[in-house]
């Protein structure tokens, strides 16, 4: 559905990839830092770490079949689950002074998955409305002839 709407406006369509890529690289950093911080850096010392990676990283498994396979809705709300992370890692850097780049990094992830989403869905939603004004318009000129 998205390629046949979007194949008149190949700017859009770059636009789009552009935030795609943006919130997948965002995410697979977000992966990536939180299991370099729990398992190497900032390793728990009342919980086992297999529980620890489950409860921080897991909730991250969730939104990805959906961000591979372009659902908007994920997209959407994907968006919200970042917002989490980007809490998590600023209380990580006031939690460890010390490593304080730990939670930089997990903090930008989360941010650059963020704007990804928002960016994708704002596109989405944009040429959508697009779409359904020009088919209206179409109806109502053909109900006149």
């Known amino acids: 559905m998205l390629k046949q709407m979007l194949d008149n406006d190949p700017e859009t369509?770059?636009?789009?990839?552009?935030?795609?890529n943006l919130a997948l690289i965002g995410y697979f950093s977000l992966f990536i830092i939180l299991m370099i911080n729990i398992v190497w850096l900032i390793p728990s010392r009342h919980f086992p770490t297999a529980l620890v990676l489950i409860v921080i990283a897991?909730?991250?498994?969730?939104?990805?079949?959906?961000l591979l396979n372009n659902n908007t809705y994920t997209y959407q709300w994907a968006?919200?689950?970042?917002?989490?992370?980007?809490?998590h890692g600023i209380s990580e850097v006031s939690a460890y002074p010390d490593i304080w780049h730990a939670g930089i990094f997990e903090t930008l992830a989360a941010m650059l998955m963020y704007l990804g989403c928002v960016m994708y869905a704002r596109i989405f939603k944009k040429e959508l409305k697009k779409k359904i004004k020009l088919e209206a318009e179409q109806t109502a000129e053909s109900e006149k002839k």
Do not use: D, E, I, T
């Open 13 to 20: 369509l770059k636009k789009l990839h552009f935030s795609q």
């Open 58 to 66: 897991g909730p991250l498994f969730f939104p990805m079949r959906g």
């Open 79 to 87: 968006s919200f689950l970042s917002l989490a992370y980007v809490a």
